[in-house]
């Protein structure tokens, strides 16, 4: 099984929480997601071999989110 460390860099003062959204890019939704409270988002159990897609939105004080930052890699193996 592999795993994958993603950094978030925080530039506001008012956040909840991450949440951190990801799936094979061959599946339609995003099937799996947790919340980090703290950098770094990190995925573990996927793949060897795969392509993924990662989708984070912040969640802010006020209940607002924020646009999902996202991002594609492929794991080793």
Do not use: H
Not at 5 to 15: A, F, R, V
Not at 32 to 39: I, L, P, Q, V
């Amino acid at each position: 099984m592999w795993g994958v460390s993603i950094p978030i860099t925080n530039d506001s003062e008012c956040t909840q929480y991450y949440k951190v959204e990801y799936k094979k890019t061959t599946e339609t939704n995003y099937a799996f997601s947790y919340n980090a409270t703290e950098s770094p988002a990190v995925i573990e159990g996927l793949d060897a071999a795969t392509e993924y897609n990662v989708r984070i939105t912040r969640r802010c004080c006020n209940g607002q989110d924020s646009t999902p930052a996202t991002t594609t890699f492929t794991t080793g193996g």
